[in-house]
């Protein structure tokens, strides 16, 4: 089964972290090859800011384009990883493994559901 570790964080938070950025990120190096040692990694990707977004809406048949995220939000989208468990225990030991939530992060564990087609 695969599940969907949806990594949140508060950027303003995240940025007053200055240099303590960069040890959390080579814990989070580590996590991800240890994942993919272990055989669960699927794939990852860290996003770029909020600042960075642009979200798109349709209305009354029209579609429209606005600058940031979709909500206001205290944490923001930060980044995915698509991992392979036997079931939610297992997506959920890993991650709990995730730097970032030490520093005030969450992640959501949600499982993939596959279309018919695929």
Same mark, same amino acid.
């Given at each position: 089964? $695969? /599940?969907?570790?949806?990594? /949140? &964080? ?5 940025? %007053?972290?200055?240099? #303590?950025?960069? &040890?959390?990120?080579?814990? /989070? &190096?580590?996590? #991800? $090859? %240890?994942? @993919?040692? +272990? ?12 600042? %960075? %977004? *642009? +979200? ?11 600058? !940031?995220?979709?909500?206001? *939000?205290?944490?923001? =989208?930060? !980044? ?7 079931? =939610?225990?297992?997506? =959920? &030991? ?8 030490? @520093?005030?992060? *969450? @992640?959501?564990?949600?499982? @993939?559901?596959? +279309? +018919?087609? *695929?």
């Amino acid at each position: 089964m $695969q /599940y969907m570790l949806l990594c /949140y &964080a508060d950027e303003k938070r995240w940025e %007053a972290l200055g240099e #303590g950025q960069a &040890a959390i990120m080579d814990e /989070y &190096a580590a996590w #991800g $090859q %240890a994942i @993919v040692k +272990s055989g669960h990694f699927r794939a990852s990707a860290k996003l770029g800011p909020t600042s %960075a %977004a *642009t +979200s798109l809406r349709e209305s009354n048949g029209k579609r429209m384009t606005s600058d !940031g995220p979709f909500a206001e *939000t205290k944490e923001q =989208l930060g !980044g995915f990883h698509l991992i392979e468990c036997r079931d =939610l225990d297992e997506a =959920l &030991a890993i991650a709990g493994r995730i730097p970032t939530l030490r @520093v005030g992060g *969450t @992640v959501e564990v949600r499982p @993939v559901e596959r +279309s +018919s087609e *695929t």
